[in-house]
């Protein structure tokens, strides 16, 4: 009579979820990386959009900056809410000016994709669509970030004082801002594809009263109370406020604070609606 011996085996265990959370944000990352070195390789290619995109900021400095300084500079009201320095007051909000108009216009590249037929071949590739967006998103900063570094070079003669870590942490916070507006873009874009010349009606129509009730241009203490009342609701006024705080050294501001809200919560909702529209667009 023979006897069978069996040899105990251990039980496979399930991966814990610490290391499949590492892998998905690992593989997010790696998706994102491909997507926006895909989207930045014409941008390398032309430099001179770049650079061109410096014609604005540059205009509204030149421009608008003097008129600032003429008007309210020497006014008492002006003095306590501009402070010694109207470009410390001035310059950070040309460079969220420069963010809002970048990123809520990446909707149009979206279009063109959509025309041509590319945007449906990257559908194909085995990426995350959460990538497809925060990686076209991140391609826009890129400029962006360049061109606000120069605007800063070239106001630094002007007497606009550089604070390095306030700086960086403020192009940090613009980045995070920008993804969920370039997002939030990309799902218009998404939502209008049969109808491309909507994208810009209601571009333009979200855009400016943003822009004018966040403070970025002139202050908004001068201005009627429904003014003061509607910034109050307005996510750019916080931005604004954090960005002026953060180029000035003020680290510890309770407008930074405010402002790393405002920007987290733009990007979720952005990421949110852009991934959900785009899900339900290839349905």
Same mark, same amino acid.
């Given at each position: ?22 892998? @998905? =944000? ?7 990386? %491909? *997507? ?8 390398? !290619? ?8 410096? $014609?604005?900021?540059?205009? +509204? ?19 306590? $809410? ?11 909000? %040309?460079? &969220? ?12 590249n979206l279009l063109v994709e959509l025309q041509?037929?590319? !945007? ?13 967006? *925060? ?8 400029? %962006?970030?360049?061109?606000? #570094? &120069? *605007? ?6 002007? @007497?606009?004082?550089? !604070? ?10 613009? /980045? #995070?801002?920008? $993804? ?20 810009? $009606? ?5 855009? +400016?009263?943003?822009? =004018? ?8 203490e001068t201005g009627p109370r429904w003014m003061?009342? /509607? ?21 510890? /501001? ?30």
């Amino acid at each position: 009579m023979s006897t069978v011996t069996t040899t105990p085996t251990t039980p496979r265990t399930a991966p814990s979820r610490a290391h499949t959370s590492r892998r @998905g =944000i690992a593989s997010f990352a790696r998706d994102t990386g %491909i *997507v926006l070195v895909r989207e930045l390789r014409p941008v390398l !290619h032309d430099p001179f959009s770049v650079l061109f995109g410096l $014609v604005q900021p540059i205009v +509204f400095l030149a421009l608008f900056g003097p008129l600032l300084v003429g008007s309210l500079g020497g006014t008492t009201t002006g003095q306590e $809410v501009l402070g010694g320095n109207v470009w410390q007051w001035f310059v950070p909000s %040309i460079l &969220v000016m420069t963010t809002l108009f970048g990123t809520s216009t990446t909707g149009a590249n979206l279009l063109v994709e959509l025309q041509t037929g590319a !945007h449906e071949r990257m559908l194909v590739v085995p990426l995350s669509r959460a990538s497809l967006l *925060v990686g076209r998103a991140l391609k826009e900063m890129v400029p %962006i970030v360049a061109q606000s #570094v &120069v *605007v800063v070079l070239v106001m630094l003669p002007f @007497g606009f004082e550089l !604070h390095p870590a306030g700086a960086v942490l403020g192009l940090v916070l613009l /980045a #995070v801002f920008g $993804v969920g507006i370039g997002s939030l873009s990309y799902a218009l874009a998404l939502a209008v594809r049969k109808q491309d010349w909507m994208f810009w $009606v209601v571009q333009q129509t979200l855009v +400016f009263p943003l822009m =004018i009730l966040s403070g970025m241009l002139l202050p908004l203490e001068t201005g009627p109370r429904w003014m003061q009342v /509607a910034s109050d609701v307005n996510p750019l006024r916080y931005v604004v406020d954090a960005e002026r705080a953060l180029f000035a050294g003020d680290l510890t /501001a309770s407008t930074v604070a405010w402002g790393w809200v405002a920007a987290v919560v733009t990007a979720a909702v952005g990421l949110a609606v852009g991934i959900r529209t785009m899900v339900r667009t290839t349905d």
